[in-house]
């Protein structure tokens, strides 16, 4: 089934925003511009704010993050876009973890994508630390040791953006 949702007010959004990045120093204008580029979509929101991280463009201090006036050039189009942004963000080792994770399913054992991978167990490590630190991968719910993507949309926008990408796998 397929649900038409009515996109989310700016009220509704600016309160997502302390639980993508817990107290967080935004000015009220990159609050304002992120707002507007998102359109209401809780996922452009993530996903630029995500890429921002990615890219550097956030920093932290103290403990906590501060973000830059944002300019233009900082703010997808769309939704594909800021997924593709996130995607270019990333090392290519770990958009190929994330990709061969999606092909095997919504979770899975970190070992079976180690093999699938072929990769040394010390890099293999520091792959799911950077997929798990940017929230791409999460531990799954399941209590067993997998892991799976945050959110069911999660799966198919990796193999989707895989394919936008130009990715050859």
């Known amino acids: 089934a397929r649900f038409n949702l009515l996109p989310l007010s700016a009220e509704d959004l600016c309160q997502m925003i302390p639980g993508i990045l817990q107290d967080a120093a935004m000015s009220n204008e990159s609050v304002a511009r992120l707002i507007v580029a998102s ?14 991280l990615l890219r ?86 399941s209590g067993q040791d997998l892991l799976s993507f945050p959110a069911a949309h999660a799966r198919p926008i990796r193999l989707q953006t895989s394919d936008a990408t130009g990715q050859k796998e």
Do not use: C, H
């Not at 990333?90 to 919504?106: E, Y």
């Open 56 to 141: 550097g463009r956030m920093k932290q201090s103290g403990g906590r993050w501060t973000m830059p006036e944002l300019s233009p050039t900082d703010l997808s189009r769309d939704l594909a876009g800021a997924i593709k942004a996130v995607a270019e963000a990333l090392p290519t080792g770990a958009n190929t973890l994330l990709l061969r994770a999606a092909v095997i399913g919504t979770r899975f054992d970190p070992e079976l994508l180690q093999e699938v991978l072929g990769e040394a167990d010390t890099e293999m490590l520091d792959l799911i630390d950077e997929v798990r630190r940017t929230r791409l991968l999460v531990p799954s719910e």
């Open 39 to 52: 359109q209401g979509n809780p996922l452009y929101l993530e996903e630029t704010v995500r890429s921002l």
